[in-house]
């Protein structure tokens, strides 16, 4: 167990991301996901994240499916802010007070809640100051419909000025040992305002694990054949990591998958992955990291494995590299 920022909810040291249950990456299977999220509670494993544009706007129903009658057990996530065209897929960013209320109140239903422990800004809403974002979300916290506020892909500035409005229990952003991104500005600013840092992807969208060697397997609609890391060269560039990795793996005798998650565990205390997966096997194998140890001579070996600067690729296309707020 983690705590989750300096006022926040206990969580288990690795949560579970429920996006994927909804067909962001593969084929959506709703039966497994929802036997996932059942062993996870029998796991224990506490922390469940989903989002309001997942699916779109199907994947807190099936979260809110799956934990009926055993609502205490959970620490519940969520997010608002994009909003979905459904039929394209394409997203738009709305910070604006009267959507964040209404994509609340839509949001508890779907889930079947009172009550949302952590809700987070999925993005910032350039259109929109940051303050006036957070105080629609602070509204919230008074009227008792969320416990705890959030912020994802949030720049250190951004988060300064949010954290003066209200208290920010989390921030979420994509880090692993292949995006890097949150270390130094972000990453510190928590730690100095304690608040929990909440990594996504950090498997690399599968990637770290081994299980993805090329395109040919995955779905026309899967994500990450719009990412350039999965892409021509920068794929093939991306493998010789991987491999390398699996090597270090080997020797270490665990999977990729825990050795990359117990490296983002040795990060902090505050950081809590939430790899995302509709599999109870994977599920098992990424919850036995948070007990996997690793030693100053294994951290090295790690890090000289995948390398920042051997990564093949930035890690969004420009049109979603445009939505991460820059401050």
Not at 120 to 129: C, E, G, M, S, T
Request: aromatic share 6%; net charge neutral; hydrophobic share 40%.
């Amino acid at each position: 167990m983690r705590q989750l920022g300096r006022d926040g909810p206990r969580v288990s040291a690795v949560g579970l991301g429920c996006m994927v249950i909804s067909g962001s990456y593969g084929t959506p299977d709703e039966a497994a996901g929802i036997r996932t999220i059942h062993r996870a509670l029998e796991l224990g494993v506490n922390f469940l994240d989903t989002a309001d544009v997942y699916g779109p706007y199907t994947n807190e129903a099936l979260v809110g499916r799956a934990i009926r009658g055993r609502r205490e057990e959970v620490v519940l996530a969520t997010k608002c802010g994009f909003v979905s065209s459904g039929a394209t897929g394409a997203n738009a960013v709305d910070g604006s007070p009267e959507h964040i209320r209404a994509a609340c109140e839509a949001s508890l239903e779907r889930l079947g809640t009172s009550f949302i422990d952590l809700y987070y800004l999925h993005r910032v809403d350039p259109k929109v100051p940051i303050e006036t974002s957070v105080r629609a979300m602070a509204e919230l916290v008074a009227e008792g419909k969320v416990r705890h506020l959030g912020l994802s892909e949030v720049h250190p500035n951004t988060l300064r000025r949010a954290h003066r409005v209200h208290p920010i229990t989390a921030v979420q952003s994509e880090y692993s040992l292949w995006t890097r991104d949150p270390e130094g500005g972000v990453l510190d600013t928590c730690r100095e305002l304690g608040i929990g840092f909440v990594p996504f992807s950090p498997l690399g969208r599968g990637f770290l694990s081994g299980t993805v060697r090329n395109l040919d397997g995955l779905p026309s609609q899967d994500f990450r054949r719009d990412l350039p890391r999965f892409q021509g060269e920068n794929l093939t560039r991306n493998l010789a990591l991987v491999d390398r990795l699996a090597g270090v793996a080997r020797a270490r005798g665990c999977t990729s998958a825990q050795l990359a998650l117990a490296w983002l565990l040795s990060r902090g205390p505050e950081i809590v992955p939430i790899p995302g997966t509709k599999h109870p096997r994977y599920l098992e194998e990424n919850v036995a990291a948070a007990d996997l140890e690793l030693s100053s001579k294994d951290l090295e070996a790690v890090e000289s494995a995948v390398r920042p600067d051997s990564v093949a690729g930035p890690r969004y296309s420009p049109a979603r590299l445009a939505l991460v707020d820059r401050g």
